[in-house]
């Protein structure tokens, strides 16, 4: 059978997809560009026919993740004002977490870590453009709720609050990106995905009268509240000739 062939774009964009995974799985140092062509199905000339080295590919995974990163973040973002909307901003980042390996940024996530452990570049950056997108609405709701009572305690600064959320959704997430999941917790998805609420409402400083008020929320099923994961950007066209690649 005649396999289909592709516009340069598309291929490039396969290349991407492949060398995604392929960075996921032994970083930017381990990964070969030959491991990369053999992914994507094609040859190593063929992937230095869209790119000049593996530098140039790394830049354009990264792109393409951040972008995918920036369409998770404003779906996970939105949050009333009130500790019903942290609760609610809590079950959905864990229970997108507990997708592990099936979320559709879990290969990012896999590279976040990887550059944590490496120069860090771009760990800072993705750090930073979520903050922006997620500190001021938690900052606000964490604000009235301490208005309302319903936070009590030792203030904390939304900006180390929103870094402690991430780093126990993001271990979450990692840990199930292989099987069975790498770390031992006890339970099923319902009461991991509460006690991982809990947690973190506790850590904010949420009384247990207002965790409890709102204990409904934390259900991996609770109503209207699903997430719809957004569909993963392609890599932006770039002005190449349309021959096919």
Known sequence: MTRKRLSSSDRRDSII?????????????????????R?????EAL?????????????????????????TLKVLSGTTPDA????????????H???????HNAQGTRIYFSSLGGDGTYASLAYRRSMRLWLDPLAVAMEEARKA???????????????????VSSIMLVSRTHEPGIIPYEGDDEQLLENAVRFCARGLGMTDA???????LMRTAAPDKAIDAPATPKAP?????SKAA
């Open 17 to 37: 997809e492949a060398a995604t995974g392929v960075f996921a799985r032994s970083g930017f140092s381990g990964a070969k560009t030959l491991d990369i062509a």
């Open 39 to 43: 992914a994507a199905n094609v040859s």
């Open 47 to 71: 992937v230095f026919r869209h790119f000049p080295n593996k530098v140039a590919i790394y830049r354009a995974v990264l792109r393409t993740i951040i972008r995918s990163q920036d369409e």
């Open 84 to 95: 019903g909307g942290i609760i609610d901003l809590l079950r959905r980042t864990f229970l």
């Open 97 to 103: 977490s507990l997708l592990g390996k099936d979320a």
């Open 149 to 167: 009572g319903d936070i009590t305690g030792q203030p904390m600064p939304p900006h180390n609050a929103f870094i402690f959320i991430e780093h």
């Open 210 to 216: 207002a965790i409890e008020r709102h204990r409904d």
């Open 237 to 241: 066209a770039r002005k190449t000739r």
